[in-house]
């Protein structure tokens, strides 16, 4: 049973790069797409981007400029990068996994807020 | 990218009715690879069903889906109290990845 687990600060200031890392139980993370997911408060969700073994990434169009996924097999981890916040990242961020581009592996969520 | 619009927003209805929601894409969903995720307050979305039909282990048989191309439908046959909750579909067909606006199925 793969299990994730998110972790990082859940306070950026605005302009700052928030960094989360998921750690990875249950799992073969050379095996999987590993990425993330979150939801504005009130919003619907929103895909941010995959990351693969082999060092492949794909993320949305949207954030792409600012969007960083990267994985540490030695740590069983991966993490998410997001440059030059604004008050519109404000989100439950999911790290999320699956076999294919199908997230069928959630963590439990963590709550971002942009402020000074 | 592929706007997903699920219908209707909210759904009031008692335990022991069937519960209908549709999800419809901005063009056809290749592959029909058309997931329904299943939310609840404080908790990470669940995966139900994908490929349109198939349900995810675990999920109970009240849980089933239909479609293909533009047009999806999950169906709950019987509300249970544990199914009140908000329902997600979402493509993994095309980059970006979407989801629906979702579909709050609410006691009545």
């Known amino acids: 049973q793969v299990q994730l687990q998110e972790s990082g600060p859940g306070l950026v200031k605005p302009s700052e790069t928030l960094s989360l890392t998921c750690t990875v139980s249950?799992?073969?993370?050379?095996?999987?797409?590993w990425g993330w997911i979150r939801q504005p408060p009130g919003k619907r969700l929103e895909w941010i981007g995959y990351?693969?073994?082999?060092?492949?990434?794909i993320y949305n169009p949207s954030l792409k400029s600012r969007v960083t996924i990267s994985l540490d097999t030695s740590k069983s981890q991966f993490f998410l990068t997001l440059s030059s916040v604004t008050a519109a990242d404000a989100a439950v961020y999911y790290c999320v996994g699956g076999g294919g581009w199908l997230p069928d592996h959630w963590g439990q969520g963590t709550l971002v807020t942009a402020s000074s | 990218e592929v706007v997903l619009t699920q219908s209707p927003g909210t759904l009031s209805l008692s335990p022991g009715d069937r519960a209908t929601l549709s999800c419809r894409a901005s063009q056809s969903i290749s592959r029909n690879y058309l997931a329904w995720f299943q939310q609840k307050p404080g908790q990470a979305p669940r995966l139900l069903i994908y490929?349109?039909?198939v349900r995810a282990t675990g999920i109970p048989d009240r849980f089933s889906g239909s479609g293909s191309g533009t047009d999806f439908t999950l169906t709950i046959s019987r509300l249970e109290p544990e199914d009140f909750a908000v329902y997600y579909c979402?493509?993994?067909?095309?980059?970006?990845?979407?989801f629906g606006g979702g579909t709050k199925v609410e006691i009545k």
């Open positions: 990351s693969r073994y082999s060092g492949s990434t």
């Open positions: 490929d349109a039909s």
């Open positions: 979402q493509q993994s067909s095309f980059s970006p990845l979407t």
């Open positions: 249950g799992g073969f993370i050379s095996s999987y797409y």
